[in-house]
């Protein structure tokens, strides 16, 4: 089954922060981070594991909550090369088996 | 420096025609997967593969078959197309749990 990623859009000014939730009706190995730019593939940015630490470089970061089987994804100070579709994937066997959700648009105009 | 490499990028088909997309990795890893990417559906597992030589369903499996017959390269057949499979495939590509994954550049299919 698909996580449930929201927002479904979201668009901010350049600086503002923004948090992109994900959430999975079962129990989770580990949550991957993606972003997609128009017509390109997705891109990596993080993975969580279960017994993890919260991860993070530059101004993104994210977090796992495994006994609430959600992770939240945290842009700080937006920049306009954060545009893009982001995409959580959840792997619940621990076998990398990754099951993405219908991803966040988000937009940061000047 | 190439990565995941698919081929051909783009492709228009007949319904009923069959084709072969190609995926080759040259990271020497382990694991590899085809997805298709629908608009307002995400991204949808169709087979992967954990090893050279095996091969798995995934959870859009029907209509599509799947072969790794050396560990670079993953290749997805379609018997028949039909317009359901219009959309874009991608390829990914891992060492194994706990890595993420390297997306190719997809393959844009059209069947009419």
């Known amino acids: 089954q698909q996580p449930v990623q929201s927002p479904q859009a979201v668009i901010l000014r350049e600086g503002e922060d923004a948090v992109i939730n994900c959430s999975s009706s079962k129990a989770l190995y580990s949550v991957h981070w993606y972003r997609q730019k128009h017509g390109e593939a997705p891109v990596f940015l993080m993975i969580l594991l279960k017994g993890g630490e919260q991860k993070g470089h530059d101004k993104i970061s994210a977090s796992f909550n495994e006994k609430k089987q959600q992770s939240s994804l945290y842009l700080t100070a937006s920049q306009l090369s954060y545009s893009g579709t982001y995409f959580c994937?959840?792997?619940?066997?621990?076998?990398?088996?990754?099951?993405f959700g219908t991803g966040t648009k988000l937009q940061v105009i000047p | 420096n190439a990565g995941v490499t698919q081929t051909p990028k783009f492709r228009v088909l007949k319904t009923g025609q069959s084709m072969t997309l190609l995926c080759a990795q040259d990271m020497n890893h382990e694991y590899m997967y085809w997805y298709r990417q629908d608009p307002g559906m995400g991204l949808r597992l169709i087979h992967y593969s954990v090893g050279e030589g095996t091969t798995a369903k995934g959870e859009v499996p029907d209509g599509y078959n799947v072969s790794r017959l050396k560990k670079q390269n993953f290749l997805l057949g379609l018997e028949s197309a039909a317009p359901s499979q219009t959309s874009v495939y991608f390829c990914a590509s891992d060492q194994g749990t706990d890595y993420g994954y390297t997306f190719g550049s997809g393959t844009r299919l059209t069947v009419v």
């Open positions: 994937g959840t792997d619940s066997g621990g076998y990398q088996k990754v099951t």
